[in-house]
């Protein structure tokens, strides 16, 4: 067993370290307070091989491993999880599934320009009414021959108005329920494509969030992602590995706030001595430190399992239960010992516990992890 991370390792963490302390801590209050997208960010990470980390390098990806992505993801989301949820779309949901499950001619066409960040991708499966139970799909998708007619409504879709390229789950054979949607590559471009409104939001508020409209949208069969029939599967395996980008997003937001309330309490004086000499506060970080730890583990377990081509659905679930619970705990902690300074823009904690709540909602709710890790320990 090895607990070592490689020098390789450690050189990328320092890299996504440096790179969110000069790029992205810069007017993050900024953007955050106005709902700004990092576009300038992006581009850079794009330039530093952060948009497309784990695909091959003959389709313009980085090719790192899935190690390497999470200690990436962990250091931008501990300052930036606005800027960190565009990352992890763009990798483990758009350039993973078009690598996994694409063709040859699909990865020319839309893999390489999304991994080198020339363009960025969304992924849309959740509607309305179809969030958790996402094999109730309304939008269809009805076969016409040599192409789809899409029709329908996708909600909350990260990159809604910043993407160019889109990854949309729609019905084509009801009778067949789950085994009648299909994925299709939908272009922004394609005549009846409409981005909806904006969401204003709790926390990641740099990010972009929209409702999608597709009317009468002609998409060519070349376009199906899969087997006829494989949409749903995809959207779950996908799901799979997006949710240890989303667990690592989580684990940046816990120890970054530990970091924050660490140094905090070595600074602040209240009775006389540095309030991390008193008891009630050295324990609260005790407990935190100890919880990112744990989270940390889980999550370096699974990236470490999908490098190996082992099964990681449930340690993926696993770590994102856990490292999304703990983010959003430890944060409110570090909150709390700030003291009202916790309270305030200036000194980060608050947004923090606001990015935190996400993760405990986006690529499945908490309870949905609940339920795929109780469903692995029924069938065991
Ligand atoms: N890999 C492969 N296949 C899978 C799978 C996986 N991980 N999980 C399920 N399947 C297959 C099942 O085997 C089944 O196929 P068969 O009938 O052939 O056996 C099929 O999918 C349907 O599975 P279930 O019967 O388990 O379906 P269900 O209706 O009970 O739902 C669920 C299962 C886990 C709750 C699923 O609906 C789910 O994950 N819901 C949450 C949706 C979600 O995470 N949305 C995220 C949207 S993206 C996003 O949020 C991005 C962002 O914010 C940044
Ligand atoms: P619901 O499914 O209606 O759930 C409501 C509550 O009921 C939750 O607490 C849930 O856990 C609980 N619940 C539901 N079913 C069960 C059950 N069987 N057992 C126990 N409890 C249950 N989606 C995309 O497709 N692409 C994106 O890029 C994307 N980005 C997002 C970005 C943001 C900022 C947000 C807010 C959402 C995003 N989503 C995206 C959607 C997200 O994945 C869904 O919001 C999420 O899956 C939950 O679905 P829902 O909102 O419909 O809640």
Same mark, same amino acid.
């Given at each position: 067993?090895?607990?070592?991370?490689?020098?390789?390792?450690?050189?990328?963490?320092?890299? =996504?370290?440096?790179?969110?302390?000069?790029?992205?801590?810069?007017?993050?209050?900024?953007?955050?307070?106005?709902?700004?997208?990092?576009?300038?960010?992006?581009?850079?990470?794009?330039?530093?091989?952060? $948009?497309?980390?784990?695909?091959?390098?003959?389709?313009?990806?980085?090719?790192?491993?899935?190690?390497?992505?999470?200690?990436?993801?962990?250091?931008?989301?501990?300052?930036?999880?606005?800027?960190?949820?565009?990352?992890? @779309?763009?990798?483990?949901?758009?350039?993973?599934?078009?690598? %996994?499950?694409?063709?040859?001619?699909?990865?020319?066409?839309? $893999? %390489?320009?999304?991994?080198?960040?020339?363009?960025?991708? =969304?992924?849309?499966?959740?509607?309305?009414?179809?969030?958790?139970?996402?094999?109730?799909?309304?939008?269809?998708?009805?076969? %016409?021959?040599?192409?789809?007619?899409?029709?329908?409504?996708?909600?909350?879709?990260?990159?809604?108005?910043?993407?160019?390229?889109?990854?949309?789950?729609?019905?084509?054979?009801?009778?067949?329920?789950?085994?009648?949607?299909?994925?299709?590559?939908?272009?922004?471009?394609?005549?009846?494509?409409?981005?909806?409104? %904006?969401?204003?939001?709790?926390?990641?508020?740099?990010?972009?969030?929209?409702?999608?409209?597709?009317?009468?949208?002609?998409?060519?069969?070349?376009?199906?992602?899969?087997?006829?029939?494989?949409?749903?599967?995809? =959207?779950?395996? @996908?799901?799979?590995?997006?949710?240890?980008?989303?667990?690592?997003?989580?684990?940046?937001?816990?120890?970054?706030? $530990?970091?924050?309330?660490?140094?905090?309490?070595?600074?602040?004086?209240?009775?006389?001595?540095?309030?991390?000499?008193?008891?009630?506060?050295?324990?609260?970080?005790?407990?935190?430190?100890?919880?990112?730890?744990?989270?940390?583990? $889980?999550?370096?377990?699974?990236?470490?399992?999908?490098?190996?081509?082992?099964?990681?659905?449930?340690?993926? =679930?696993?770590?994102?239960?856990?490292?999304?619970?703990?983010?959003?705990?430890?944060?409110?902690?570090?909150?709390?010992?700030?003291?009202?300074?916790?309270?305030?823009?200036?000194?980060?904690?608050?947004?923090?516990?606001?990015?935190?709540?996400?993760?405990?909602?986006?690529?499945?709710?908490?309870?949905?992890?609940?339920?795929?890790?109780?469903?692995?320990?029924?069938?065991?």
């Amino acid at each position: 067993m090895h607990f070592e991370l490689s020098e390789e390792h450690k050189m990328i963490r320092d890299t =996504a370290r440096d790179f969110a302390q000069t790029e992205l801590l810069p007017g993050v209050i900024e953007r955050d307070t106005h709902e700004k997208f990092p576009a300038e960010q992006i581009k850079k990470m794009g330039e530093l091989g952060f $948009l497309g980390m784990m695909v091959d390098p003959k389709y313009n990806g980085a090719g790192m491993d899935t190690v390497s992505y999470v200690l990436a993801m962990e250091e931008l989301s501990k300052i930036d999880a606005s800027a960190s949820v565009v990352m992890s @779309v763009n990798n483990s949901l758009v350039c993973w599934g078009l690598e %996994k499950f694409g063709t040859e001619e699909q990865k020319e066409k839309y $893999l %390489k320009p999304l991994a080198s960040g020339e363009v960025i991708g =969304a992924f849309c499966l959740s509607e309305p009414e179809a969030g958790s139970d996402a094999t109730s799909q309304r939008t269809t998708a009805v076969d %016409k021959g040599d192409h789809y007619v899409l029709n329908g409504t996708k909600n909350w879709i990260t990159n809604g108005n910043s993407a160019s390229i889109y990854l949309v789950m729609a019905q084509t054979d009801v009778e067949k329920g789950h085994k009648g949607i299909n994925c299709l590559i939908v272009e922004r471009e394609m005549e009846g494509f409409q981005v909806g409104k %904006k969401e204003e939001k709790l926390g990641i508020r740099g990010s972009d969030t929209h409702s999608l409209m597709f009317t009468d949208v002609k998409v060519p069969k070349e376009n199906r992602l899969g087997e006829e029939g494989f949409g749903f599967k995809f =959207a779950m395996k @996908v799901l799979s590995g997006g949710r240890i980008g989303i667990a690592a997003q989580a684990l940046g937001i816990a120890s970054g706030s $530990l970091e924050l309330a660490t140094k905090y309490a070595k600074e602040r004086v209240a009775f006389g001595k540095p309030i991390i000499e008193h008891q009630g506060v050295a324990f609260k970080l005790a407990e935190m430190a100890t919880k990112v730890e744990a989270a940390r583990h $889980l999550v370096l377990k699974a990236a470490w399992l999908k490098d190996q081509g082992q099964p990681f659905d449930k340690e993926s =679930a696993m770590a994102k239960l856990f490292a999304s619970e703990t983010a959003m705990w430890a944060s409110v902690e570090a909150v709390q010992i700030h003291g009202g300074y916790g309270y305030v823009k200036e000194y980060h904690v608050e947004r923090l516990m606001r990015d935190a709540k996400i993760t405990q909602i986006y690529e499945g709710t908490s309870e949905i992890q609940k339920i795929v890790i109780s469903r692995f320990l029924a069938n065991e």
